[in-house]
């Protein structure tokens, strides 16, 4: 299958080796990967914050390169969700929505292309500790992703996966929130955090690298020994 | 920003950092949420009962005009009297005229939000009337002298150490920490209340079209007392509480119990028909049902959110709302808080001074999850944001998303940008800290990881 990356800025920047672990196990699995590199964001931040007009303009650019994928893939549940759920929506009553609509049945999060498009859970991983998942909110409720990232871990050799209280609670990011209501974002963040060290798992893993670039930001910060780490990660472990 | 939105950054900002509060709140509401999923299961099909009750409200909704005429028609066939209040202020003479005629002095008064939202308890204690609150949770914050923490667990935020103080201090009693004893002296103050009262004040969960009834569901009895007692009864309600016929609350009362509390029906379940009736042995003598619309009849014109008025109050979206479990039910500063307040308040009470809630969201969609009558409300959270921006756009922070989409669309632009990033962030680590860190709201509380050296794009091209 000809499988197209979308790259999020983020995860372009801070996270590349997010990007370079899908690369590995998607070509391993024999299919052809692309990465259109004019690509670089969804247009969620500005959509987000209300100003729709303005996040057409970056959407369009995503939409244009993007709409005749065989299959676009997505390492963030977040991002996932603006363009298989919002784009219709921004693009409702618009020439593009057939466009946006066919994006929106070709695109698919990481962890749900493998399981409920390729119908793949074990990728030969070996990762040896104890980890617990977060549920990113958007791939949970925006795209109803919850069992697949755990099948794919129970299939990892030497893994030990430890439920947490919390883990359908939102970590806070939430995008420009955490920026705008830094107080909030930062209590969330912290009851997700406690939650997940409650378990005494080793690493918190999520398939959304927003959230955790937020919950490692407050680890680092108080000084605790839990790490974050991308399901894609984990996965191309060996 | 408007001074709503200044009040609730200071309030968020000083509650979030109360870990106190910040325990309480998580333990009660984590129990709540073990009550409520142990009593989900006694459904048959939960999600079918959510899908059927929202189908309903949305029948009660779009014939609105129908169900209301038909329920005033009924009730006032057995002598009630129906008033129509558009505004609150309207709702609110109209009751103080109902007192001032029932020539009363003391006013009981039994859970309701609707009259918080019409600041009913300020306008009669301005009168020179009592008003008493007779639900425990609203008795407690009354004698506080603050508003609701909580539609429906109004004392939430305080412990019974600090009930009992209060009671120490405001009705003489004896330090306790048992919850049977801190009730009895509640009930002891009440009862006299109850016995003196000219005129009882309730709310409703539903009014039934077909049949010409109200609906009060409680939990303490206290509700009966208020509307049997008293000479006159007064009942307010939102127009909302509409639902077209008596056998939708086989589903709705125990949906109600369930997502709001954890409970398989609430302990106790009133349909009121009508004042006295001649050859009954008690019971008000007068009835007055007064319909408030105070701009529900505005969401109701926007086809887009006009699933808000499904709301049947339980509370189950503030009980799973991790900003509500955050900074808690003041720092609102509504009369509805938590996902249902931020999506109905600007409609209620103006878009430009209350759209700061509708941004105050992750968008996490838990509250969407749990509501009983399927409100898609952190989708209209988003509506807000976009609908504030479409009345009164602020041109700067256009500017800065015109810029953002420049700069994301543009590869050289982009690359440029991910250069810069990588050679200021020494500087950037040396400011960190000071008021000139240019990325303060997020380095106060966390670590920002820096550019990495090759960026995914810069590997890819390289790898190829």
New interface residues.
């Given amino acids: 299958m000809n499988v197209t990356l979308f790259?999020p800025?983020f995860?372009?920047?801070?996270?590349?080796?997010?990007?370079?672990h899908m690369?590995r196990i998607l070509e391993r699995l024999g299919h052809r990967v692309t990465?259109p590199?004019?690509v670089?964001?969804c247009?969620q931040?500005?959509f987000?914050?209300?100003?729709?007009d303005?996040?057409r303009?970056?959407a369009d650019?995503t939409l244009h390169h993007l709409r005749d994928a065989e299959a676009v893939v997505i390492a963030s549940g977040s991002c996932g969700a603006m363009l298989k759920v919002f784009y219709p929506q921004l693009y409702a009553g618009r020439p593009e929505e057939a466009a946006a609509q066919r994006l929106s049945e070709h695109t698919w999060e990481f962890s749900d292309f493998l399981v409920s498009k390729l119908g793949v859970t074990d990728l030969g991983a070996r990762f040896p500790g104890k980890v617990t998942f977060h549920d990113g909110?958007?791939g949970?409720?925006?795209l109803g992703i919850k069992s697949g990232p755990r099948k794919l871990l129970e299939k990892v050799r030497d893994l030990e996966l430890i439920e947490m209280?919390d883990a359908?609670?939102?970590c806070?990011?939430?995008?420009t929130?955490?920026?705008?209501?830094?107080?909030?974002?930062?209590?969330?963040?912290e009851?997700k955090c406690a939650s997940a060290a409650d378990t005494g798992a080793e690493y918190m893993v999520s398939n959304d690298s927003s959230c955790l670039?937020?919950l490692?930001?407050?680890l680092?910060?108080q000084g605790k020994p839990l790490k974050t780490l991308h399901l894609a990660q984990i996965l191309d472990s060996q | 920003m408007s001074n709503a939105a200044q009040q609730f950054?200071e309030a968020?900002?000083t509650i979030?950092?109360n870990l106190r509060h910040?325990g309480l709140i998580?333990t009660a509401l984590?129990k709540y949420e073990v009550a409520r999923d142990r009593k989900k299961s006694a459904f048959n099909d939960w999600s079918a009962a959510r899908q059927s009750a929202a189908e309903t409200k949305w029948d009660a909704i779009n014939h609105l005009d129908t169900y209301l005429t038909e329920f005033a028609s009924k009730i006032e066939a057995r002598g009630t009297k129906v008033h129509w209040c558009t505004t609150g202020p309207e709702a609110r003479d109209t009751i103080r005229g109902i007192i001032k005629d029932a020539k009363a002095k003391c006013v009981v008064k039994s859970k309701a939000m609707t009259a918080e939202e019409i600041h009913l308890n300020e306008a009669l204690e301005k009168d020179g009337f009592e008003v008493v609150e007779s639900d425990l949770g609203e008795f407690i914050v009354q004698l506080r002298k603050e508003p609701p923490y909580h539609i429906v667990f109004p004392a939430m935020h305080l412990t019974r150490d600090e009930i009992s103080d209060l009671f120490e201090r405001e009705l003489g009693s004896a330090p306790t920490r048992e919850p049977e004893e801190l009730t009895m002296i509640a009930r002891r103050a009440l009862r006299r209340k109850y016995i003196q009262a000219d005129v009882g004040i309730t709310g409703a969960n539903f009014a039934i079209a077909e049949t010409g009834m109200v609906s009060i569901t409680e939990n303490e009895g206290n509700a009966r007392l208020t509307s049997a007692l008293p000479r006159v009864m007064v009942t307010l309600l939102g127009i909302e509480k509409i639902l077209p016929k008596l056998e939708d609350l086989a589903l709705f009362l125990p949906l109600l119990a369930t997502a709001g509390a954890g409970q398989t029906v609430t302990g106790y379940n009133t349909l009121y028909g009508g004042p006295r009736q001649p050859g009954e042995s008690d019971g008000p003598i007068e009835w007055h049902v007064v319909l408030l619309d105070n701009r529900r009849t505005e969401l109701l014109a926007d086809p887009e959110q006009r699933d808000a008025l499904h709301c049947i109050r339980c509370g189950a979206c503030l009980n799973v709302c991790?900003?509500f479990?955050?900074?808690g039910g003041h720092t609102y500063g509504t009369t509805y808080s938590g996902p249902v307040g931020s999506v109905i308040t600007p409609h209620l009470r103006g878009m430009q001074e209350w759209k700061h809630l509708s941004?105050?969201?992750?968008?996490?969609?838990?509250c969407?999850?749990a509501c009983p009558v399927k409100i898609d409300l952190h989708h209209h959270l988003?509506q807000n944001?976009?609908?504030?921006?479409?009345d009164s756009?602020s041109w700067i922070?256009?500017l800065a998303?015109?810029a953002?989409?420049?700069a994301?669309?543009t590869?050289a632009l982009?690359q440029f940008g991910?250069e810069v990033?990588r050679i200021v962030e020494p500087l950037r680590l040396r400011l960190q800290g000071t008021p000139l860190d240019p990325?303060k709201?997020?380095t106060?509380?966390?670590?920002?990881?820096?550019?990495?050296p090759?960026?995914?794009?810069?590997?890819?091209?390289n790898r190829r």
């Fill in positions: 790259i800025c995860v372009d920047s801070c996270f590349p080796q997010v990007g370079m690369v990465c590199e004019a670089a964001c247009g931040p500005a987000n914050s209300g100003y729709w303005e996040a303009i970056v650019k909110c958007h949970l409720r925006e209280g359908e609670t939102c806070g990011f939430g995008g929130f955490a920026a705008k209501f830094p107080m909030i974002s930062t209590a969330m963040g009851v670039m937020h490692q930001g407050l680092s910060r | 950054l968020a900002g979030t950092r910040r998580q984590r991790p900003i479990r955050n900074v941004n105050a969201s992750s968008l996490c969609g838990a969407t999850e988003l944001r976009r609908n504030a921006v479409g756009p922070e256009r998303w015109r953002h989409a420049f994301v669309n590869p982009y991910q990033a990325v709201s997020w106060r509380t966390r670590d920002l990881p820096p550019v990495a090759e960026s995914f794009k810069e590997w890819w091209r």
